[in-house]
Every structure is written in C-alpha cells, then in structure tokens.
C-alpha cells in the first residue's frame, strides 16, 4: 500500500499500464547496425512531418494576422533544412549506433551552446528558434507515446512520474479508470482535470512508478489518497463492496441537484461549476450547477500545433451560452503558462514559470491572440449570460490595458456590423496576492470578483501548489487565507459587487461552510462537487454559519481551524438529508 495525495474521489480497480510522458527525457540507448537506416527513416519522417507542421501554422498566421507575422517562422523552416545540422544528426546515428532522439538533441544542444555565444544579438535570439524546432521534432519522434495514451484499447490504470494537464486532457475516460503519479499536487491542473472527468486518482506518491510494474493490479482510493498492489481477493471485495458505498452515496446526493443553495434562513448562493471542456456540460446540468463559474478556455489550445481561430472560440464559447440558457457563464480568458505550457506559443523556459508570463501577462503582450479570443466570447454573447474574467491580474493598469484591448474587439466588430452584448459584464480573478490587497481599488472597475485560491494560497504561503514534497504546507486553512478572503469578500461588498470563488477550496465541504459564513456570494469547482456544496448551503441559517466564520477569524493555526470547522460541520450534518 502507498499513501499520497487523496486527489479525485472515487474507487477504482484495473491494471496498471506504467506510462512516462517525461517528454523530453531522453534516454541513450545502443542500435543494432541494421537498425541505422529505420532510424534515419524515423529522423526524416519527424523531419517532414514538422515541416508540414510549420508551413500550416505560417499558413493560418499569415491569413489571420500578416504576412509579415508569419514570416518569423521561415527561421524555424531554414533550421529544418540546415545541411550540415542533419549530417551531423545522421553521421552520429551512424558512428555511435545511438537511438535518432539521443543524436539530435545532442547535436542541437552543441549548437544552442554555439548560439548563446554569439556576439551578434540577432544570431543570439535564433537560439529560440532552434530550441523550438527541436522540441518539435523531438516531440515527433516520441510521437507515438502520446497517441499510444489517446488510442488504449483497454481499460487500465495510468501509472507516471507525471501527467502533465495536456497529457491529461487526452485521456479517454471509457479507457482510463484511474491514474496515480509520484509527482502533483491537489490544486494542480491534472488533478482539477481528473475531478472534472470523474476519474479517481491518488497524486504525490513519490515511488508508485518504481513499485508498480506494467499489467499489476491496481486500487486506488481517490477519496483515501492511497493505492493497493496486487491486492488479495478480501482486498478486493472490500474495495468493491466501498465503490458500490460511493455510488449510493453520489446518487443520494444527486437528489439535491434541483434543489436552490439557500441557507435555512433564507440567503441563496449560487453554486456553480467549473468546466475545461464544453464536453463536460452534460456533468454540469446533471449535478445541478447553476452556472459556469471558470471556463478555463486555455485548454482549447492544447494538445495541437496552431492557435484556435476566432470561429473556434466563437463556436465553443456559443455552444456553452445555448446550454446554460439564462444561467451565468464566466469565461475566463485564457490562462496559458504555469503548468499549463503551449510549445508552439512564443513561451520561453522560465525558472519560475508559475511567476512567469502566463495568463494575463502573455495576452497583453500578444494583444493579436488575446483579440481574437475576445471577439470568438463577444460573438457568443448574444446566445447566453456569457461573463468575462482576466486571470492573474496583479494591478489596476493591467486591468485598464485588458480593457483597452476589449474595447478595440468591440470596435472591431461593430465595424463589421456583428452584434454582440454591449453590456457584457467584466470580472477579474482575485489570485495574485498584489490584487487582493487593493481588492477595493480594482472593485471599482468591475462588475464581480472570483478568487482564485488554488493560485492565491500558493502566492501567500509561498509553497508551489505542484509540489508534493511541499504539499504539507499548502494549507487553506491556514489563517492568512482565512484572513486574506475575508478582506477581498468585504472589499467587492463595500464596492457593491458580487464576489466569488472558482478555486478548489470552495469544493470542500468544510471550507464551503467557513466561506459562507465569510459572505461568499457564490461557489464554483468541479460539477461532481455541485451537490455536497449544496448541502452544505442547506443545513445551516446564514446567521449561525456567520458566527462559526467569526470564530474561525479568532483562531490562530490551520490545524485548530480545520479541528473546529470539521467538528462544527459534523453537528450540522448528523440527521440532515
Ligand atoms: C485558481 O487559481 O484558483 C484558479 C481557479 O485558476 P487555475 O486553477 O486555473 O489556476
Ligand atoms: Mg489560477
């Protein structure tokens, strides 16, 4: 048995298929002689494939964006077709009988090494070009890896070091009943990704990839956060016996999906779910959400080689609005960076790319990609509620440069006479510490806030919320968190604002029950949670959930928050349908 991270609930049972989706670890390994010429095949099959990669991207840019847009990209095509580059590749395949992936990323890093010297600033900058054609030959060549994971004939267990949330999003649910990894943590966006899918998964298990071997048996208790090896048979039926538990227990819940999230004296919230995909809008409508709090809209340029069109953002964005009818959808601009990392966007390796250009950052400086997703969510606007939210804020002038750039989309359209909601409401993501502090400055100049404590906690406790080996100390509860939310709720009040929260925290019962009393006006995490939050909302009056938060604030470690709220929340619920 092996304890880690409890991250997505539920029971599952099947065999292992250890997977490692380290993209670029690439390994040495021996050819035979008569193996040289297939893996020079291989080396020119990644080539041509990137090629033809590179000429569609050029194609879309140029016709959205410029000639002159696309024609950064003949750099990459002119490092495709360098000569002495690819001798070099093949001539090392050759003389060393070593694997195409090894020889031409040793050859490449020879050449970066050469490029960062360079005197010539212009020559030093092509070093980025390199390093992007490599990664994607690179990823050619490991290609099939990724398209093994999407095409699993049978139902399996993923074991990894890691699964990275584009790896994740490529799971096929009816493939993929569970998964477990050594690295992660609970707020990372694989594991949101696996609640949102319903899958269960155990994350930060440290060795799980080195104890379990390919076709073991495997349970992994998503709610426990521990998985089992090669049960025995009492093992096994009592994990059943426990999945079936968890079944009823779902379905007990479900009965509240219609229910309204009022308190007992009559203050209603409003529940709300997170989505990635629109795919997930059949989970959200059947677990009772009433509304879309975060659409994380960054996932629609994942797993591909181009930027999704404004059509592509229109005709998803569209689909949500129609099935939510008159029900809120915040869409929240794209969030690309952290964790969540494009190849093929200009994003360089940073040291600390959860503080890096992500998000917000990396719209502003590519007014070109962030305009077309705003005119795709504009467009939608008259088929639904739609909302739009700027992640990562951090300062009023981002704020006002995000609103510059919406105002050009607007204008944009409106010359083309395609109608739009001209009173589309703006909200912005209170998950940056800096904006958090100034909650009452940037209130005035939006309609709604919703904070973002899975960024939030990880900004104020200075503990990266990807981290297993830190993961004991990225605590919700801790008093600061406590502190910090209620300040940020009471300054959205004051400026008569609405103020919610799409991080993973307003998922938890005991959390929910603390942020309510907090005045939290609206909850929203992945649709499985919908119904327990609800419950929660139900089995108390506003007043006594107000004065729990109040002594909540009065505690002075997270330990004795998480004790009394625990406590508070068991007396609450002892006889409550
Ligand atoms: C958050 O940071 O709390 C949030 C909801 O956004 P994401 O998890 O996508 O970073
Ligand atoms: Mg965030």
């Not at 997977?19 to 002689?33: A, N």
């Not at 992936?101 to 020879?110: A, R």
């Not at 440069?401 to 909200?427: C, M, P, Y």
């Not at 709720?489 to 009393?517: K, R």
Request: hydrophobic content about 40%; aromatic content about 6%.
């Amino acid at each position: 048995m092996l304890k880690g991270i409890a991250a997505s609930p539920g029971i599952a049972i099947g065999r292992a298929f250890v997977w490692d989706s380290e993209d670029y670890t690439i390994t040495k390994h021996k050819i035979d002689e008569k193996d040289i010429p297939i893996e020079i095949a291989r080396f020119e099959e990644a080539l041509i494939k990137t090629r033809s990669e590179i000429l569609e991207i050029q194609k879309k840019i140029s016709k959205e964006m410029g000639v002159e847009h696309a024609e950064i990209f003949n750099a990459h095509l002119m490092v495709l077709e360098d000569r002495t580059l690819l001798e070099e590749v093949i001539s090392k395949i050759k003389k060393e009988k070593a694997n195409v992936e090894h020889s031409f990323f040793e050859t490449l890093k020879k050449y970066a090494d050469i490029f960062s010297k360079m005197d010539d600033e212009y020559l030093r900058e092509r070093l980025v070009d390199v390093q992007d054609v490599s990664k994607r030959v690179i990823r050619n060549l490991l290609g099939e890896k990724k398209e093994e994971l999407a095409e699993l004939k049978e139902k399996i267990i993923i074991i990894a070091t890691n699964l990275s949330p584009s790896d994740t999003a490529l799971i096929q649910k009816e493939k993929v009943v569970g998964f477990a990894t050594d690295m992660g943590g609970r707020t990372s966006h694989t594991v949101i990704l696996a609640r949102s899918l319903e899958i269960p998964a155990v994350v930060g298990l440290k060795s799980v990839t080195t104890e379990v071997k390919n076709g073991d048996i495997v349970i992994i208790d998503g709610s426990q956060g521990v998985i089992i090896i090669n049960p025995n048979k009492q093992v096994i039926s009592r994990y059943l016996r426990e999945k079936r538990k968890f079944k009823i227990f779902e379905k007990n819940l479900s009965r509240l999906k219609s229910l309204p999230a009022v308190t007992e004296d009559g203050r209603t919230v409003v529940v709300a779910a997170n989505i990635e995909f629109p795919e997930e809008l059949a989970s959200v409508l059947s677990h009772g959400a009433q509304g879309i709090g975060l659409y994380r809209t960054e996932y629609m340029y994942l797993n591909r080689t181009d930027i999704p069109t404004e059509e592509e953002h229109f005709q998803a964005y569209k689909k949500v609005a129609l099935s939510m009818k008159k029900d809120p959808v915040v869409i929240r601009t794209m969030d690309i960076g952290g964790d969540k990392f494009v190849s093929h966007l200009d994003i360089p390796n940073e040291m600390n790319p959860l503080m890096g250009r992500r998000a917000i950052r990396f719209c502003l400086a590519r007014p070109d990609i962030f305009k077309t997703q705003l005119r795709g969510i504009l467009r939608a606007s008259v088929y639904g509620n739609l909302k739009i939210m700027y992640p990562m804020i951090s300062g009023l002038d981002e704020l006002r440069q995000a609103n510059k750039l919406l105002e050009e989309a607007k204008l944009e359209l409106k010359k083309k006479k395609i109608s739009f909601d001209k009173n589309i409401e703006v909200g912005i993501m209170i998950e940056v510490p800096s904006a958090g502090i100034i909650a009452d400055i940037l209130a005035k100049e939006v309609s709604f806030f919703s904070i973002g404590t899975n960024d939030l906690i990880q900004y104020s406790l200075a503990v990266d919320r990807i981290n297993e080996k830190i993961a004991y100390l990225y605590e919700p509860a801790h008093p600061a968190v406590m502190r910090f939310i209620k300040s940020i709720i009471d300054a959205g009040h004051s400026a008569g604002i609405w103020v919610g929260m799409c991080g993973e925290m307003a998922s938890e019962p005991v959390f929910a029950l603390i942020l309510l009393g907090l005045g939290l006006d609206e909850f929203s995490a992945s649709a499985v949670s919908v119904p327990e939050i609800k419950k929660v909302i139900r089995s108390v009056s506003y007043k006594e959930a107000r004065s729990i938060a109040n002594k909540v604030l009065e505690l002075d470690t997270a330990t004795k928050i998480e004790q009394y709220g625990r406590a508070k929340l068991k007396e609450l619920l002892i006889g409550k349908k």
